[in-house]
């Protein structure tokens, strides 16, 4: 499974590799003048990865790639450790909200000499890969968005089409046709609907909407649509932001109106949320929850559930009259104590051409970061017998949809750290959104630093 979501080092790791970073040596264990070495966590992905590698070193000979494969769970820390021990990768797939700490720390390669041209990606995904000191730290390798994944047979039975699921609408004072929605979509154990007198808000079946948790301070496939389409965003700017603004009352209201939806027995309340064993895929596979929210990255998670049948919709308009996803998008970066720094650069060069972009597209599993690559990707999808409409339809309509990415800041690890337990107490705990004026006070005395 490829996750996404909250992408932070461990605070104490990250201090330990403040003090080393400078004296790590050498680099990946077994790499060298003809192997370069690269990591990356997604095992669906691998094979994609290694077809790229055999094109790679027919048209490098004398080159190879060694690919290594790590959970999620593990990478990071791994990573952290790697660069403290001097056993890096030369390469290895970079995450938005990593980039500005590691190249803060001067573990990443500058990569501008690799002559990479903004326009021949997706919009915005080069970009972001540029730190503050105005070098790009990572050549772009897809991107993904957020859309709402639903149980056909349960939304049959509630009444609700493919057409009604796609034109839902939601504000934060009664949550609109999209709250309408999901309150139908929930069944309590005597089979009572969420909107029907008698409905037992403790005793919940089936919720409309399944929980992936609290969302830390990024929301992506929980809260973000909504707060961005109620016209909020993290920052004072798009991209290295000086302050954060969870503190904003219109953030509060539309944070008070989502969690409040599992106060009513609509959403999964916290306790069911568990990244590893109970995510939000999982709920709508065992049947106990009708919807989720999720990434383009699980499309192929969710269309093998075996006896349901999955579709999928746009997320619902908000008080801007605009729909809104996240779009993130993950890059290939280079390590700045490379063994084999040249051979890393190509390797990078080829894994952001539009040869092997095409390559990963073709095995539909996500949207590759240049337009020929997601279309081989929505070919892919295809042939499969699936739409990927929602997830393609915000980056070509920009009049409906806005697109926005995760919060690219300094300090990120801290952000974490502090967001996450806040947004729990808020949702899992009952404490009030206005308790996030202090979290946010503390973050932006740490930004300004």
């Keep these: ?154 939304a049959k039975a509630a009444g609700l089409t493919a057409q009604d699921l796609n034109g839902l609408s939601w504000n934060p004072k009664d949550g609109g046709t999209f709250e309408k929605a999901v309150a139908h979509l929930t069944v309590d154990v005597n089979g009572r609907r969420g909107d029907e007198a008698g409905f037992d808000k403790d005793h919940v079946k089936v919720y409309g909407l399944a929980t992936g948790g609290a969302g830390d301070g990024d929301g992506q496939t929980q809260w973000s649509t909504f707060a961005a389409s109620a016209g909020w965003t993290y920052t004072d700017k798009k991209r290295w932001g000086t302050e954060y603004r969870y503190d904003d009352k219109t953030f509060q209201s539309v944070i008070k109106w989502y969690f409040g939806l599992a106060k009513k027995g609509y959403l999964a309340p916290l306790t069911d949320y568990n990244a590893g064993a109970n995510p939000a895929n999982a709920q709508v596979a065992a049947g106990k929850a009708a919807a989720a929210f999720d990434g383009a990255w699980m499309i192929s998670t969710y269309y093998a559930f075996k006896g349901i049948k999955v579709g999928t919709a746009v997320t619902p308009a908000g008080p801007t009259g605009k729909r809104a996803t996240m779009m993130n998008g993950l890059a290939d970066s280079v390590t700045r104590s490379a063994r084999n720094k040249e051979g890393a650069k190509k390797w990078v060069r080829y894994l952001a051409s539009d040869e092997c972009q095409k390559t990963v597209g073709a095995y539909g599993i996500v949207f590759p970061a240049t337009p020929d690559g997601t279309n081989a990707a929505i070919a892919a999808y295809k042939k499969k017998g699936i739409d990927v409409t929602a997830f393609t339809k915000p980056v070509a309509d920009h009049e409906d949809f806005t697109t926005f990415s995760y919060p690219i800041t300094d300090y990120a690890a801290d952000v974490f750290a502090l967001m996450h337990p806040a947004m729990q107490d808020v949702y899992g705990n009952g404490k009030s959104v206005s308790s996030l004026d202090e979290t946010n006070d503390q973050i932006n005395l740490i930004l300004s630093q």
Excluded at 51 to 68: D, M, Y
Excluded at 85 to 104: C, E, L, M, R, S
């Design 1 to 154: 499974m490829r996750v996404r979501m909250r992408t932070v080092v461990a605070m104490t790791g990250a201090l330990a590799l403040s003090l080393v970073a400078g004296c790590a040596q050498g680099g990946a264990a077994g790499s060298g003048a003809h192997t370069v070495t690269y990591w990356l966590w997604d095992a669906n992905q691998l094979p994609a990865y290694q077809a790229c590698a055999k094109g790679f070193e027919k048209a490098n000979p004398g080159l190879k790639v060694k690919i290594t494969q790590m959970g999620w769970d593990d990478y990071w820390t791994k990573l952290t450790a790697s660069f403290i021990a001097g056993t890096q990768p030369d390469v290895f797939t970079d995450h938005i909200q990593k980039f500005g700490q590691f190249a803060d720390l001067k573990v990443l390669e500058p990569l501008d000499d690799l002559g990479i041209d903004e326009s021949a990606y997706q919009s915005g995904l080069a970009a972001n890969w540029k730190g503050q000191d105005g070098h790009r730290y990572g050549a772009p390798k897809d991107w993904d968005t957020v859309a709402l994944f639903y149980n056909q047979k349960m």
